[in-house]
């Protein structure tokens, strides 16, 4: 099959890897149908994270083509998505609704490779979520995306706590941070602020629910904030980058008590405890926990409630794929779609 290997940083290849195999009596091969490139697949592109002839891609959706003698909860033929990390969604982490921290977790982008033609996923049961039926065309990039940007948006807006009379901030406006603010809308939130600088960025975060749009950054991004709530800040943040700005930026613009939830891919942050002693707020994030909130996001995808495969804005063949990096590396793209 063909899949995409990253050389080293910045040299990514579509190539002929082994298709996959039923390993454990657990697992189930999906042949894909779309894939796509991911903001986080920028850190190894761009040397952040090391990269050496890497399987990469942890998005996908596809059909099941074999699955293993344990599996019970999709079977062949399902048309399934499927969450970036994998989960056995029994285990006591799982049950309490973290299942991206399940003692059998395993990260996609590390051992499977979803920009590919077909994928293994281990602890099938516990990490694929079979759709109502077979999928008309235009709704696969909305499914594709509650794999990982929806879903993690959605987690870092009720990390956050988003929800009726609340006035939500999202620091961020790639695709994460435009899926925090349908995420908000959804919710309920009273008010919801865009932080983005770019204009077609602005366009869909107010198409998803945004009210207003703040173009300033950092100091001066928190004091905007702080200016539209009346001095206080936003009850609820949504960091949706993982810089040391943002980070700060986020944590300056929560009000005392509110709550901030980080789910931007982190590297080489630094918080100062003092700092953190005296914001006083609430503070959870980290890798999203897709799998609880799949069957609610698929559901309102299917019920056409919310379209969040807006969010790519560039398609390419899979043979492209080295394009669709460059392309988001470079921010001419938001998030690329993948065809196989």
Not at 45 to 59: F, T
Not at 112 to 137: C, N, S, W
Not at 202 to 225: H, P, S
Request: proline content about 5%; overall charge negative.
């Amino acid at each position: 099959m063909r899949g995409v290997v990253m050389y080293t940083a910045g040299d990514v290849r579509v190539e002929e890897r082994e298709d996959p195999k039923i390993i454990e009596p657990t697992d189930a091969i999906v042949r894909l149908t779309t894939t796509c490139v991911c903001g986080s697949d920028l850190w190894p592109y761009r040397g952040v994270e090391p990269a050496d002839h890497q399987v990469m891609g942890h998005e996908y959706v596809g059909v099941v083509e074999e699955v293993g003698s344990e599996v019970k909860n999709v079977k062949v033929g399902d048309f399934v998505v499927g969450s970036f990390v994998i989960s056995d969604n029994t285990c006591e982490i799982c049950r309490s609704g973290y299942q991206s921290g399940c003692v059998h977790r395993e990260f996609v982008a590390q051992t499977v490779g979803t920009q590919a033609e077909k994928a293994r996923i281990p602890h099938a049961d516990g990490t694929l979520v079979a759709t109502p039926g077979q999928p008309d065309p235009e709704l696969i990039p909305s499914l594709l995306a509650a794999s990982d940007v929806l879903g993690t948006g959605w987690y870092g807006a009720v990390a956050a706590q988003a929800g009726p009379g609340k006035t939500v901030a999202v620091v961020g406006d790639g695709a994460v941070g435009l899926m925090a603010v349908l995420a908000a809308k959804q919710l309920g939130a009273e008010r919801i602020i865009a932080m983005s600088r770019h204009p077609q960025r602005q366009e869909l975060a107010r198409f998803y629910g945004a009210t207003d749009i703040v173009t300033e950054r950092g100091d001066a991004g928190v004091a905007k904030i702080k200016e539209l709530t009346g001095g206080l800040g936003a009850h609820s943040v949504v960091e949706a980058v993982g810089t040391q700005k943002a980070t700060m930026q986020a944590i300056g613009a929560t009000r005392p008590g509110g709550h901030m939830g980080f789910v931007g891919v982190n590297y080489d942050v630094t918080i100062q405890g003092i700092d953190l002693f005296f914001a006083g707020i609430h503070v959870e994030g980290g890798p999203a926990p897709v799998r609880r909130f799949l069957p609610e996001l698929i559901q309102l995808i299917w019920d056409r409630k919310i379209d969040p495969g807006k969010v790519f804005d560039l398609t390419l063949p899979l043979d492209q794929a080295a394009e669709g990096y460059k392309a988001m590396d470079e921010r001419r793209a938001t998030k690329v779609l993948l065809t196989l």
